[in-house]
Nanobody, 123 residues
Framework: VQLQASGGGLVQTGDSLRLSCEAS????????TGWFRQAPGKARGFVAA????????NYADSVRGRFAISRDSAKNTVYLQMNNLKPEDTAVYYC?????????????????WGQGTLVTVSS
């Protein structure tokens, strides 16, 4: 599975962005998909994940209620809708695919990774 993340950019506090993770290769709809982020000087951490059929989601406490993950299997794409963005959301966002049946919060479970897209939130 090859993953292409896009949709990052420079926004202001309180703005919204939607990230996309488009997959090619193997049947993407069989994979759980997660979003992770790495802020400058920090380790990469979990943001959100969705099961292969979209019936289960996980969110980091820091984004729950502001971010929403979804998928469109027909388009082989997973989205991360980010609302009410804060400066602390500034990071490179990565999408990843995992062949497990439940969406994991752990990076080591994910087999395939995209290249990352930068989100910068100014105050």
């Amino acid at each position: 599975v090859q993953l292409q993340a896009s949709g990052g950019g420079l926004v202001q506090t309180g703005d919204s962005l939607r990230l996309s993770c488009e997959a090619s290769g193997r049947t993407f709809s069989n994979y759980c998909t997660g979003w992770f982020r790495q802020a400058p000087g920090k380790a990469r951490g979990f943001v959100a994940a969705i099961s292969w059929n979209g019936d289960r989601t996980n969110y980091a406490d820091s984004v729950r209620g502001r971010f929403a993950i979804s998928r469109d299997s027909a388009k082989n794409t997973v989205y991360l809708q980010m609302n009410n963005l804060k400066p602390e959301d500034t990071a490179v966002y990565y999408c990843a695919a995992d062949s497990a049946t439940r969406p994991s919060v752990f990076q080591y479970n994910y087999d395939y990774w995209g290249q990352g897209t930068l989100v910068t939130v100014s105050s």
